[in-house]
């Protein structure tokens, strides 16, 4: 028989290719930035909790300033306060990220996704139904600090849970660069936040500055704050219907397979661990192999394989993913008891940790820099000042946030993870150094430019890799799990930066505070080389191996 009248699944043995590659490779030809439809759509359902996350974070700065004029007369608000309600978001974010991150490996992505948006919608609607009229000042911020707190669980719950979504069903070649562009949303959430206020400001310009009701604020605070649930409604539904990928169906089956493969084998005494039964060959092909991975084409597939499947292995299925779970966090602590293993923990945590102090400690307190650039609303009418300050944030938001991130999609398959987030550290390092040392004698032109390219090395480097590492250097069945305590390392650092940056500020001045976030980059740039560059890698077929090996060893002794 002639090779062309062969059917192009046995051809050159690729019997394993599954039903979508045709689908799948429909891009192959194209740079890892070009998107397919389906991609879009599948960022457009994950990138909305990133959008979130900077609009809801970095908001708060100007919100904290009208609420002064509205409670307080002008006055500043109670700094142990004031700190709380910037902090409270963080601090829920840590709960967040590793409750939802262990449930996604323990439950399953789709058991749980959708339910962190839930939670963001509904700390919204009771941070806007603050009754400042009913309450006392204080009273009235300790109700916004406490559901900022209910807010952040729900976005720190979103970094594990979107980051292992996409993930499970990225190609190999795409898959750093659609995390870059699902992070590259926090650049847009800073932005339309900032534009926003401008927007909402401009709108009350009239009853605040020319009639004179500043009390008027209240309204638009809320507005701006309730704005986010837009985003959040429109795609809830698509969350809470995505179905499960088949590469963490495929994990979690294959442990109860491997399971009762190694008691067969060990009843019968025979040493060749690497043979498998038909039907796991195909599961591994498909879902681990290099002829193709788990798209994120396949979405709508996967709908239809889990309907029109489930009815026939539902019930096998079921038993051996309920076997699995029980064995679950015997097996996290195993695999990471092994130093190897434990060492990319200590990387991806520790980076964090310190990228986050620097990135916080200076995006939290902008006020700072809106002071060296003349945009700080120290002078005019109340109205006037709190649209200076909002025209200050998106200058900054345009000139380094949105750029940076998008140098990140571009790059990342090029250069790689770790080239990248070093040359990031290192650069930050030497802009945080020349802010330090020459704080009080730059001109004006010279602060923006220099605060523009650190934050532009920022996103172009830590604060980009950070996020990605985690959700690709970690095997399937750990990865919520150790991205989620990841990213509470990194709001840890958020959370003492932003405690701890105006007290330290006053007693030991601002430029030996930016010299603290220098060394926390260089020691960042130091921590990376913990980590392995992961471009190309796919760690489930090391784990894979890992598990050959170990289970070899375990057999002939």
């Known amino acids: 028989m002639s090779k062309k009248n062969v059917p192009a699944s046995s051809q050159d043995g690729e019997q394993y290719r599954s039903g979508l590659e045709e689908y799948e490779r429909s891009g192959e030809d194209k740079p890892p930035f070009y998107l397919t439809y389906a991609e879009v759509k599948l960022l457009g359902i994950t990138g909305v909790g990133f959008f979130l996350d900077a609009y809801d974070l970095f908001i708060i700065n100007p919100v904290a300033t009208m609420l002064q004029y509205r409670l307080f007369g002008g006055r500043s608000l109670p700094s142990g306060l004031e700190g709380f309600i910037k902090a409270g978001a963080n601090i829920g974010s840590v709960i967040g990220q590793f409750g939802f991150g262990y449930a996604a490996d323990y439950f399953g992505r789709k058991a749980v996704y959708g339910k962190e948006l839930m939670l963001i919608i509904f700390a919204t609607i009771l941070s806007i139904s603050d009754p400042t009229n009913s309450l006392s000042p204080n009273g009235a911020l300790i109700w916004l600090a406490v559901f900022r707190i209910v807010l952040g669980i729900g976005i720190g719950g979103d970094y594990p849970m979107s980051a292992s979504i996409t993930t499970d069903r990225a190609r190999l070649r795409k898959r750093g660069t659609l995390l870059a562009y699902i992070f590259a949303n926090q650049g847009w959430g800073s932005f339309v936040g900032s534009l926003i206020t401008i927007i909402v400001l401009a709108c009350y310009k009239h009853v605040m500055n020319d009639e004179g009701k500043t009390s008027k604020v209240d309204g638009a605070w809320r507005i701006i ?333």
């Open 225 to 557: 704050i309730g704005l986010s649930l837009i985003p959040a409604f429109g795609t809830l539904y698509q969350r809470l219907t995505l179905p499960e990928s088949k590469r963490f169906i495929a994990a979690k089956n294959k442990d109860a397979e491997d399971e009762k493969e190694f008691m067969r084998l060990k009843q019968q005494g025979d040493l060749n661990l690497s043979r498998r039964a038909q039907p796991q060959d195909k599961i591994d092909a498909e879902v681990t192999g290099s002829s193709v991975t788990s798209g994120t084409s396949s979405i709508a597939e996967e709908k239809r394989d889990l309907e029109n499947g489930s009815s026939e292995e539902g019930g096998k299925k079921a038993s051996e993913m309920t076997h699995a779970k029980k064995a679950h966090w015997a097996e996290y602590a195993e695999y990471f008891s092994e130093w190897k293993h434990a060492r990319i923990l200590l990387g991806t945590c520790s980076c964090w940790f310190l990228l986050d102090i620097a990135f916080y400690g200076i995006n939290l307190n902008q006020n700072v820099v809106l002071q060296q650039i003349g945009f700080d609303g120290s002078s005019g009418t109340p109205w006037e000042r709190l649209f200076k300050i909002a025209i200050g944030n998106i200058i900054i938001t345009a000139l380094g946030f949105v750029p940076g991130y998008y140098a990140s999609v571009l790059t990342i398959e090029k250069l790689g993870r770790k080239w990248i987030q070093v040359q990031g550290f290192l650069m930050a390092s030497l802009f945080l150094g020349i802010l330090a040392g020459k704080f009080h004698t730059l001109s004006t032109p010279a602060f923006i430019v220099c605060f523009a390219l650190l934050q532009f090395f920022f996103n172009f480097g830590a604060n980009t890799t950070t996020y990605c590492y985690p959700a690709e250097v970690f095997p399937t069945k750990f990865r919520a799990s150790a991205h989620g305590m990841s990213a509470a390392c990194g709001k840890a650092g958020a959370i003492i930066s932003s405690l701890a940056f105006n007290s330290l500020s006053k007693k030991i001045g601002t430029p030996h505070v930016l010299w603290i976030f220098f060394g926390c980059c260089l020691a960042g740039a130091v921590c990376t080389f913990l980590l392995p560059e992961v471009r190309g890698r796919d760690p489930d077929v090391v784990y894979a191996e890992e598990l050959k090996v170990k289970r070899a060893k375990a057999m002939s002794s």
